[in-house]
Structure formats: structure tokens, C-alpha cells
């Protein structure tokens, strides 16, 4: 990766767990100064901390809040000044419920639409703010892998293999697009990227045959409310 490669500074949401974590332990090992943000301070520190001693780098954990404006600006401003600067932003924290739309509550789908798409937005306006006064900085915004996210959903076979993925192989295409600085799309794994290309083209009432085929239809209703017990409780949703 330098400020063209491997020490670039990096500050990444939701980077306590699953994608976010990954991330920032392969980005540490590539040699890039790295800050976690997540809801949970404890837990950002911890993690930190343990990231840190494993990769013997230091490594920030900072509280913060995406879809509070001014806790986001001032995860921000911290790590920009602990990192000595700010060259990339992961916009990684995000939430999925599962189960009938319909069972929804609606402070859940409140909850869902600030975190996924305010918080993303937040992010987005207040890096690209600061990237532009400087001439230079890059953006990435990840969306669904196989992490407690995803717990109790059991996808199958032809789906796993299109759409699945764990969260080292996110981690590996993320350190490969800063590390490239590169701009647009990135599906992983690449046969699903061929896949979508492919279905795109199709008829309407030929995708929804493939959709079907594939149980993407059910997939979010079908799952084990035992092994997302612990998740729906933490994201303030009941199944």
C-alpha cells in the first residue's frame, strides 16, 4: 500500500467484529496506521489493543456513533490526529435484520435505515469533505458477508457459492482496492460479480425464476432464531 503504499492511515467503522476487524488486522499486517470505531468504546479499545499486541503496531480504538454527525466528525478529527493524517475511510458498520418485513417494528427499520444508509452518508460527506481540501483520499463502503451479521442464515449451496464469503476474503479485496486506490464496484468472490453481470440481462420473469431457484426469496425468512438470539438483541430487534 504507500501515503502511496503500505503506511497509509486508515480509519474504519463498525471495526470491532466480523469484516471490520479482519480489515483492520490485514491492513495493520500490510504495514498501513489504522483506527477502529464502533458504538461499543470498551470494545473499540479492547480490540485495539489486541490487534496491536498481536501485530506488535499500535492500533486506535475510538467510541462513536455513525449516525450522529457530530460524534462521527469527531471520531474523525481523533484519528486523523493520532494517525498523524487521514488517507482512507472503510465505511464498514451497518446492521441486517432478518424475518417478515412486515414484523418489523418500526423503530428497527428506523434504526436499519440510520445506521446503513445515514451512517454510510455521514461518512461519505465528512471524509470526501476533507479529502477534497487536501486533493487526495479514498472512500470504501463495504455491504453483506458472512459474519455474525449473517448468523442463522443458511443459504444454499448454489447461493453460498455466489454470494458467501468470509470476512478474510472482504478484508483481502479491501486491502487490495486502497492498496491500488481503485475506484468503482468490487463483488467478491468474482464468480458473483459474473453471475449478477449475467442475470441482469435476463427478462424480469427469468430473475425471478433464478431467484427463486436460488431461495433468495426465503433466505432472510428461513433462519435460526437460536444463533441470531444474541444479534437481535444488540442491533434492538426482536424475531
Same mark, same amino acid.
Given at each position: 500500500?504507500?501515503?502511496?503504499?503500505?503506511?497509509?492511515?486508515?480509519?474504519?467503522?463498525?471495526?470491532?467484529?466480523?469484516?471490520?476487524?479482519?480489515?483492520? !488486522?490485514?491492513?495493520?499486517?500490510?504495514?498501513?496506521?489504522?483506527?477502529?470505531?464502533?458504538?461499543?468504546?470498551?470494545?473499540?479499545?479492547?480490540?485495539?489493543? !489486541?490487534?496491536?499486541?498481536?501485530?506488535?503496531?499500535?492500533?486506535?480504538?475510538?467510541?462513536?456513533?455513525?449516525?450522529?454527525?457530530?460524534?462521527?466528525?469527531?471520531?474523525?478529527?481523533?484519528? !486523523?490526529?493520532?494517525?498523524?493524517?487521514?488517507?482512507?475511510?472503510?465505511?464498514?458498520?451497518?446492521?441486517?435484520?432478518?424475518?417478515?418485513?412486515?414484523?418489523?417494528?418500526?423503530?428497527?427499520?428506523?434504526?436499519?435505515?440510520?445506521?446503513?444508509?445515514?451512517?454510510?452518508?455521514?461518512?461519505?460527506?465528512?471524509?470526501?469533505?476533507?479529502?477534497?481540501?487536501?486533493?487526495?483520499?479514498?472512500?470504501?463502503?463495504?455491504?453483506?458477508?458472512?459474519?455474525?451479521?449473517?448468523?442463522?442464515?443458511?443459504?444454499?449451496?448454489?447461493?453460498?457459492?455466489?454470494?458467501?464469503?468470509?470476512?478474510?476474503?472482504?478484508?483481502?479485496?479491501?486491502?487490495?482496492?486502497?492498496?491500488?486506490?481503485?475506484?468503482?464496484?468490487?463483488?467478491?468472490?468474482?464468480?458473483?460479480?459474473?453471475?449478477?453481470?449475467?442475470?441482469?440481462?435476463?427478462? !424480469?420473469?427469468?430473475?425471478?425464476?433464478?431467484?427463486?431457484?436460488?431461495?433468495?426469496?426465503?433466505?432472510?425468512?428461513?433462519?435460526?432464531?437460536?444463533?441470531?438470539?444474541?444479534?437481535?438483541?444488540?442491533?434492538?430487534?426482536?424475531?
Amino acid at each position: 500500500m504507500g501515503r502511496k503504499g503500505a503506511d497509509r492511515r486508515i480509519a474504519i467503522t463498525g471495526g470491532t467484529r466480523g469484516i471490520g476487524r479482519a480489515t483492520a !488486522e490485514a491492513l495493520v499486517a500490510a504495514g498501513a496506521h489504522v483506527a477502529i470505531g464502533d458504538i461499543d468504546t470498551a470494545l473499540a479499545e479492547k480490540t485495539a489493543a !489486541e490487534i496491536a499486541g498481536a501485530r506488535g503496531r499500535p492500533v486506535i480504538g475510538i467510541g462513536m456513533d455513525v449516525t450522529d454527525l457530530q460524534s462521527f466528525t469527531s471520531f474523525l478529527d481523533q484519528a !486523523e490526529a493520532e494517525l498523524d493524517g487521514l488517507d482512507v475511510l472503510i465505511n464498514n458498520a451497518g446492521i441486517m435484520p432478518t424475518g417478515s418485513f412486515l414484523d418489523n417494528s418500526d423503530a428497527l427499520v428506523d434504526r436499519v435505515i440510520d445506521i446503513n444508509v445515514h451512517g454510510v452518508i455521514n461518512g461519505s460527506r465528512l471524509a470526501a469533505a476533507r479529502f477534497t481540501k487536501r486533493g487526495h483520499g479514498h472512500i470504501v463502503n463495504v455491504a453483506m458477508v458472512r459474519t455474525e451479521l449473517t448468523a442463522g442464515i443458511n443459504p444454499g449451496k448454489p447461493l453460498q457459492g455466489l454470494a458467501v464469503i468470509a470476512p478474510e476474503d472482504a478484508a483481502a479485496a479491501i486491502v487490495d482496492t486502497v492498496a491500488h486506490q481503485g475506484g468503482g464496484l468490487r463483488i467478491v468472490p468474482k464468480r458473483g460479480g459474473s453471475a449478477l453481470k449475467s442475470a441482469i440481462v435476463l427478462p !424480469e420473469i427469468a430473475r425471478n425464476l433464478l431467484a427463486r431457484a436460488l431461495g433468495l426469496h426465503t433466505v432472510a425468512l428461513e433462519t435460526d432464531k437460536a444463533a441470531r438470539a444474541d444479534y437481535q438483541a444488540r442491533i434492538g430487534g426482536d424475531e
